[in-house]
């Protein structure tokens, strides 16, 4: 269009002159700049005072409404959306989705209306292709439900480029008869805005991932490859790629391959080369799996660091860098700008978090936690009483539970609230507990969880930062303990060796196997000329009195066990034998000779000996139990021992002559040894006692005796 110059000169001293002034400054803007976008008629309904039968839902191009779908008298008839844009392309074809309530079952018919020519009227002849009524029915719906308009505009060749203005008409029974005056019956009007570009004008930049993953990154140094698409495709398809904000936590090169720094976001853009006024940006999120950290630790963030963050869709994310701290140069923080400053968006809701694992060991009870915080945000406490908004809370959970971003921690499934809500402290302060109970979390991984919490009603800065965390162990009791008998199917463990088991390989070599009958497996590999050794608990009762017993569920032929003792669970050099080899066949129990008392000894090992490659055996039920404790070609009902329990003494009677008593404590300490049929017990304390009996035909009887 022909730009049109005027030479005015207006007095304005009435009314008339007024608004002649304003006709010519109207007709020169439509002789430079095109149609006025505000001028287009405002459409009348003939039931005005019914209730609306609303479009719900309009999708075109980029635009994405969704409005109510009430049945509602305070729903305006017409609604002016044309703030809402997209790009079209001459010669392209674009998709209109249209939902919509019909009030039950009726029909309704859809008509769109697009000013191609730009002349500020709705033409309502089908011959000059600015309206479009032949489109599928609406039909019973609530304009929430699947039922859907859809139709394919084609932008005409010659449409006049720059903004024009496209009307829908949603209309009860029949199509819309005109635009601007009766559009419809019932139903509903909705005005949206097209910029329209010529065949070869880049009008948007889109960004996808490749092979459609998720826009995350789980390593350093691993990489995410983006692909940019600028439409139409018959414009350049060359971007330039930057990072935006983040560039602590990535990097991008000129294809679009991003590379993980450190756990963070970032801002990717990719802007068109051809109109630099185009481009896309998508965030990419940086979460470096834990490992998780043995006590005590401390953490001041300006090192290397293993924190992860929930901060998928959030305005405000937690993030390491340095836009302020207590000491040092970093601290852990919430920021709207990734990572640039300690400030958050007060106007959009957001919930996110940063955890850390921390191994606890068998036995932990009590652990120290100090931290130095701070957090303005928002809240109120008063007559009503308190009310948190904007703020930081701080958790102990099980390393099972996964913090999701947008969703709130609660006090379940054993999750632990360390303190209250963490707000009104603008700058740095400290918290102390030196009396945490973590006996819960004991011989587990538990994560340390900050929580930063806002609504989308005001706040006050600086949002939450975390520095100088400190995590120190309080007591640790030996979980590991002897004890006198133990029964173990392994159904309870989730992995080998654990629960004061221990073993002289590791997996796949040494395993725990199967989910319902599950067994320790022991697999050669290519060690068939080494041992193997599975070592139980501790225990106090290896005293000549006491078996292992034990069920072999598969065995490969060929292999032997021999039960022993060690001196401590890795002294494998120890190992005293007892008994004779074991040949396992698949299926079988077998139970040990009761194992004699070796000196300083407290541990029994099942020791494997594949003999060859390849060889696998497994065990389950493994117990430690008392033996019978009749050997020889005697019953044990034949030998009695009376009285018992005794006060000083007590007298083995038998038809055999006694040769030797050996007598043994709980412990599997000798006590005395005499070769007389009257034990003598004056001396000793009380407790039970184990009596071994030997005859003079070599047989032996052992029984237990109780002194009072």
Not at 32 to 50: E, V
Not at 327 to 339: E, P, R
Not at 435 to 458: I, K
């Amino acid at each position: 269009m022909n730009k049109l110059y005027f030479n005015l000169k207006v007095l304005l001293n009435s009314t008339a002159n007024a608004r002649t002034f304003f006709y010519l400054a109207t007709c020169l803007l439509s002789a430079t700049s095109g149609f006025a976008q505000n001028d287009y008629c405002i459409p009348t309904l003939n039931q005005p005072n019914a209730a609306t039968e609303p479009i719900s839902l309009v999708q075109f191009g980029t635009i994405d409404n969704a409005s109510s779908a009430e049945l509602d008298v305070e729903i305006p008839k017409y609604e002016d959306f044309s703030d809402l844009s997209t790009d079209v392309q001459r010669g392209e074809s674009y998709t209109l989705t249209v939902q919509g309530n019909t009030d039950g079952d009726n029909i309704n018919y859809i008509t769109i209306y697009i000013d191609w020519n730009q002349d500020g009227v709705f033409s309502n002849s089908l011959s000059q292709n600015e309206k479009y009524q032949y489109t599928d029915a609406l039909t019973n719906s609530n304009g929430l439900d699947d039922v859907y308009m859809t139709y394919d505009i084609i932008i005409p060749t010659d449409a006049v480029l720059g903004t024009t203005r496209m009307r829908i008409v949603k209309n009860y029974q029949s199509p819309s008869p005109a635009p601007c005056t009766s559009v419809a019956v019932f139903g509903q009007v909705e005005d949206y805005s097209l910029a329209v570009a010529d065949t070869n004008s880049v009008y948007n930049v889109e960004i996808a991932t490749a092979n459609d993953l998720p826009a995350n990154i789980e390593a350093v140094g691993a990489t995410l490859e983006l692909i940019a698409t600028v439409h139409p495709n018959t414009a350049s398809q060359a971007v330039i790629w930057t990072v935006e904000a983040g560039s602590d936590y990535a990097t991008i090169n000129t294809s679009g391959l991003v590379t993980a720094l450190t756990s963070g976001a970032a801002l990717i853009r990719a802007t068109s080369v051809e109109d630099d006024t185009k481009y896309y940006e998508i965030e990419v999120y940086i979460s470096i799996p834990q490992t998780a950290v043995v006590p005590d630790f401390t953490e001041n963030f300006d090192g290397a660091t293993n924190w992860t963050f929930t901060n998928e869709g959030q305005a405000n994310k937690w993030l390491i860098g340095n836009a302020t701290s207590n000491s040092g140069d970093k601290s852990l923080y919430i920021s709207n700008d990734y990572g640039t400053s300690n400030t958050y968006t007060t106007s959009i809701s957001t919930r996110s978090h940063a955890y850390r694992d921390i191994a606890l060991p068998e036995g932990t009870t009590t652990a120290t936690l100090s931290f130095d915080w701070q957090a303005a945000g928002d809240f109120y406490s008063g007559g009503w009483g308190d009310f948190y908004y904007d703020y930081l809370r701080v958790w102990i959970v099980p390393a099972s539970y996964t913090p999701t971003a947008g969703t709130a921690i609660n006090s379940e499934n054993g999750n632990l609230q360390i303190g209250s809500h963490f707000v009104n402290q603008d700058g740095f302060a400290s918290y102390y507990n030196d009396e945490l109970d973590l006996s819960a979390f004991a011989g587990e991984n538990m994560r340390l969880v900050f929580e930063w919490t806002n609504d989308n009603d005001g706040g006050n800065q600086p949002a939450a930062a975390v520095d100088n965390i400190e995590f120190l162990l309080g007591e640790v009791s030996d979980p590991c303990v002897a004890v006198a008998t133990f029964d173990y199917s392994f159904e309870d463990f989730t992995t080998f060796p654990e629960q004061c088991w221990s073993a002289s390989h590791g997996s796949p070599m040494i395993m725990l196997t199967g989910t319902a009958d599950k067994a320790v497996q022991v697999y050669s590999f290519m060690a068939g000329t080494s041992d193997f050794y599975l070592v139980t608990p501790q225990v106090s009762t290896i005293d000549g009195l006491h078996v292992l017993e034990f069920e072999v569920s598969t065995a490969s032929t060929g292999m032997n066990i021999q039960i022993g003792t060690l001196l401590n669970p890795t002294d494998y050099a120890s190992f005293v034998p007892a008994g004779t080899l074991i040949t396992p066949a698949t299926g079988n129990s077998y139970t040990s000779v009761a194992i004699p008392a070796v000196a300083n000894h407290s541990y029994v090992a099942i020791k494997i000996i594949p003999n060859g490659n390849h060889r696998a055996v497994s065990i389950s039920n493994v117990e430690w139990k008392m033996g019978n404790l009749s050997v020889g070609s005697f019953e044990k009902n034949l030998v009695k021992v009376y009285p018992n329990p005794t006060t000083d003494y007590a007298t083995i009677q038998s038809d055999e002559k006694v040769k030797e008593v050996r007598l043994y404590n709980q412990m599997g300490q000798l006590i005395k040894i005499q070769d007389l049929n009257v034990i003598d017990f004056t001396n000793v304390s009380s407790g039970i006692y184990f009596a071994e009996i030997l005859f003079e035909d070599n047989t032996t009887v052992k029984q237990k005796i109780v002194r009072k």
